[in-house]
């Protein structure tokens, strides 16, 4: 156990107590979490993990909270933003070193401006450098990735560098697991004046696809479900396309809503709770099971849900 003196008294960041998580998610659904830790910087957030550990107190780092689902009866123990204390970045010459705060979105925008090629489509993801790897985000033709060269963790109280080729990552999967990410080294690649013109080109096209056929204006948590592997999936269909295909789209349970604009979406429409959104992800996934004998898997992360839940 641990005490709230102990806490307050070990961290030079900000603790807040039964923060509730609908203001630190993209969804805005969830109910509060014991200990909601905001550290000052780098030395602050290792020393909270160090306390956490040697007390037993569960804790989970997480960024903009851009991927997550969090439960209506909330977290118990520690969640421990990184934005504040990780969120720094340098680019010296082709190689940018980002902690895990550091905001994708700023970026690749950055790097895209230095004529650095190899992020430049990930702008559109509101998340951070650590959620990034965790996930092993991307988008249009882009991962994480192809450009990460070696990834900074925390591990077992000690700080590691682990090279990228003794990573695995998947699509939307990487193998540190549970790691503690701290911050990352990517290698871009200097863009000639032509290929800046022709991937802003793209880059512009993309983006305008995207808010085209994301519901962007409404509070999102990205795609809910991961697109199924191709060998399970003979329809060759996307799970958006699936939902859609079973007519889901604009199905309501409460204030959550299956999107009108991207079927693989759920938008918070008013005051849904984590269990309205859950009942859509229940139903959907049995009518894509039902219609196309595809077993649905989550993308979004739960977080204080039992496990096996879904
Ligand atoms: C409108 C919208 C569009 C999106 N589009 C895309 C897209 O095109 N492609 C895509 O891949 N994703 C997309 N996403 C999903 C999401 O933005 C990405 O998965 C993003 O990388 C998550 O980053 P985050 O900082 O918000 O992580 P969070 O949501 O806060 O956390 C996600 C996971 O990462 C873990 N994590 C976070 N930081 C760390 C750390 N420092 N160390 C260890 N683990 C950590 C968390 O514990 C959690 O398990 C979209 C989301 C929205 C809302």
Redesign the pocket.
């Known amino acids: 156990m641990i005490s709230t003196e102990e806490l307050l008294g070990t961290i030079r960041g900000e603790v807040l107590l039964g923060e509730s998580m609908k203001e630190h998610t ?1 969804l805005k659904v969830g109910g509060s979490v014991d200990f909601f830790v905001d550290p000052l910087d780098r030395e602050d957030l290792c020393g909270a993990i160090a306390l956490f550990e040697a007390r037993n107190l569960p804790y ?9 689902l969090v439960h209506d009866d909330g977290v118990r123990g520690a969640l421990i933003i ?1 934005s504040r204390a ?1 969120g720094g970045y340098s680019v010296r010459k082709n190689i940018l070193t980002a902690g ?2 550091a905001l ?1 979105p700023v970026i690749a925008e950055k790097t895209f401006g230095l004529s650095l090629g190899g992020m430049e489509m990930l702008q ?5 450098v ?3 790897i ?6 249009h033709g882009q991962e994480i990735s192809s450009v990460v060269s070696r990834v900074e963790i925390l591990h077992e109280g000690r700080v590691c560098m682990v090279p990228a080729h003794d990573i695995t990552f998947g699509y ?1 999967s990487c193998s ?1 697991g ?5 911050g990352a080294e990517m290698k871009l690649k200097k863009l000639s004046d032509a290929e800046c013109d022709k991937r802003g080109r793209l880059r512009r096209e993309a983006f305008r696809r ?1 808010s085209d056929s ?1 519901p ?1 204006s409404w509070p ?4 809910v479900f991961r697109n199924p592997r191709p060998e399970e999936n003979p329809s060759g269909l996307s799970a958006g396309q699936m939902i859609d295909a079973c007519g889901l789209k604009g199905l309501q349970r409460g204030g959550a809503v299956i999107s009108e604009t991207h079927a693989n979406f759920i938008i918070n429409a008013g005051d849904a709770r984590a269990a309205d959104v859950m009942e859509l992800i229940v139903e959907a996934r049995e009518r894509v099971r039902t219609m196309f004998g595809v077993q649905l898997e989550l993308e979004i ?1 739960l977080l204080g849900f039992a496990k096996n839940c879904c």
């Open positions: 993209a989970e780092l997480i960024g903009r909270g851009s991927n997550l990184t990780l895990a705060g994708l559109g993801i509101p998340g951070t650590g959620g990034a965790a996930m092993n985000a991307g988008a939307r540190l549970r790691s503690v990410i701290l995207r994301q962007l999102n948590a990205g795609s992360k």
